[in-house]
């Protein structure tokens, strides 16, 4: 199953190239902010802003109450275990 996982936009790492950190669950991981920068504003913006990630990319932006109940739930499910520790896995 492919999912976006709710993280936090912690840094930018590369303004040029429109990347940044995002932590999940402890984890964090670099990944594309293109999808969710907004144009007219400073990619400074997205720090602090919780976000969908899938396979490097931050797809979209969303609240912080949705994005954590959405991994209270992955995480009874164990849906999120798999995606963690490959993260983990990869050296991010």
Do not use: N
């Amino acid at each position: 199953m492919c999912l976006g996982i709710p993280g936090k936009v912690v840094a930018v790492t590369d303004a040029e190239r429109r990347l940044g950190l995002v932590e999940i669950a402890g984890t964090r991981r670099e990944v594309s902010l293109a999808c969710v920068a907004e144009p007219e504003r400073p990619l400074e913006d997205c720090v602090g802003s919780w976000v969908l990630v899938h396979v490097g990319f931050a797809l979209a932006r969303i609240g912080e109450e949705e994005a954590r109940a959405t991994l209270a739930v992955l995480e009874e499910l164990g849906e999120v275990q798999e995606e963690l520790a490959a993260m983990r896995a990869s050296g991010s």
